[in-house]
């Protein structure tokens, strides 16, 4: 538990029970639901511990996308990645990049955020 609470703590987050974080920022200060995720463990030195991303419920809506001038694609083999809003105790808006497929028939499925029973879950964009 205190790993996790050291992790949390460096980006702004401290323990309200087990099922939620609070965010602390200058901005705003907002309880965030998080589901925890599976965390690999290795029985011997550690070097580095992985975690999946966990799943973020925001109790407030996002705002509207911004609008973003894409530029000159680097190669054929690249992916537009639109931007996106994160959340980071309050709203920030991530600019969108050029992504290099990992194979020729890989697509990009883009960063959302899906209106739940219980506030907005960000779904991570990903490769399919």
């Known amino acids: 538990m ?20 609070i965010a602390h920022s200058h901005h705003c200060c907002e309880k965030v639901v998080v589901v925890p995720s599976t ?14 991303p966990a799943q973020i419920i925001v109790q407030q809506a996002p705002p509207a996308d911004q609008t973003e001038v ?12 639109k931007g996106h809003w994160t959340w980071n105790g ?13 194979h020729a028939t890989a697509v990009w499925v883009p960063h959302q955020w899906v209106c739940g029973d219980h506030g907005w879950i960000c779904v991570h964009g990903h490769w399919q």
């Open 2 to 21: 205190k790993l996790h609470s050291l992790l949390l703590a460096s980006f702004g987050l401290t323990i309200a029970s087990s099922q939620q974080v």
């Open 90 to 102: 309050c709203w920030v808006w991530e600019k969108g990049c050029w992504l290099a497929r990992p």
């Open 39 to 52: 965390t690999v463990v290795v029985e011997a030195p550690i070097v580095a511990v992985a975690t999946a």
């Open 70 to 81: 894409v530029s000159a694609c680097p190669g054929t083999d690249y992916v537009w990645a």
